[in-house]
């Protein structure tokens, strides 16, 4: 196996973003919105230091403070953005005429292809928990497009589910990426099996795992690479995000 590298929780990038100052055209929320987000790459201001893994640029682990808060309409093109909801509720507005409030367990999948704008907006009383993963498109300026699905740890739990993907009852995405996750209510050892060449990026949401022979807590991640078979040894409690990506 090729392990690309293990980043712990506490060596990811971090920023704080107020609504107010510089950030006041971008950040909504008034007077005292903030969002925080450690990020595990380098991306712009998303800063760890990590460049990108694969066609993977962006995995944001943020925290939307209630009233308001999140960032106003902004473009993209030529990125494919996919949002996980932890905790709260996500008011996402974009161009393609979408307007959608997701919970804990629901996500979406954003291709902005050959330009879009959206709003990501906290408008609940509680912090808004997410999870925001950017990859790069196989073919450029796409028309956009806009998918959401939701994560049942009840009925989906203990085993590896494909949210994104082309799988039965997954999101389409129209490329090699895949985005799977695995709730346990209790401990189990788990095969995952890539792509040959393909690599993986392995984020712990909650609780430990070991994979590949690694130790990962609470928000750590491992990517690694010519493995044709992964086993995870999920401890009770764990809840996981894997990320399959060409290399």
């Not at 929780?9 to 007077?31: D, K, Q, W």
């Not at 902004?74 to 959608?100: E, S, Y």
């Not at 699905?149 to 009925?155: K, L, Y």
Request: aromatic fraction near 10%.
């Amino acid at each position: 196996m090729s392990v690309r590298f293990v980043l712990r929780a506490g060596e990811r990038g971090f920023s704080r973003l107020a609504s107010t100052g510089i950030n006041a055209t971008y950040v909504a929320g008034h007077p005292d919105g903030v969002i925080t987000r450690h990020s595990s790459f380098n991306f712009h201001e998303y800063q760890s230091g990590i460049a990108g893994f694969g066609s993977i640029r962006v995995f944001g682990d943020e925290v939307f403070s209630p009233g308001g808060t999140g960032y106003n309409m902004h473009p993209h093109h030529n990125f494919i953005i996919a949002a996980f909801v932890l905790g709260g509720a996500l008011t996402h507005v974009n161009t393609i005429g979408k307007v959608d409030e997701l919970r804990a367990g629901d996500y979406y999948v954003f291709s902005a292809g050959s330009g879009g704008k959206h709003a990501e907006l906290n408008i609940g009383h509680e912090d808004l928990r997410v999870i925001y993963l950017w990859v790069l498109p196989s073919r450029l300026l796409a028309p956009p497009s806009y998918l959401r699905g939701r994560f049942d740890a009840a009925t989906n739990g203990n085993t590896i589910t494909c949210l994104i993907g082309n799988e039965p009852g997954a999101l389409p995405i129209g490329q090699e990426i895949k985005v799977s996750r695995l709730a346990n209510d209790r401990a189990r050892t788990h095969v995952y099996r890539p792509v040959r060449g393909n690599g993986v990026y392995a984020f712990v949401l909650e609780g430990e795992a070991e994979i590949a022979g690694t130790l990962l807590g609470r928000r750590d991640s491992l990517a690694f690479s010519g493995e044709e078979r992964v086993e995870i040894a999920a401890r009770s409690g764990s809840d996981l995000l894997l990320v399959e990506t060409v290399i």
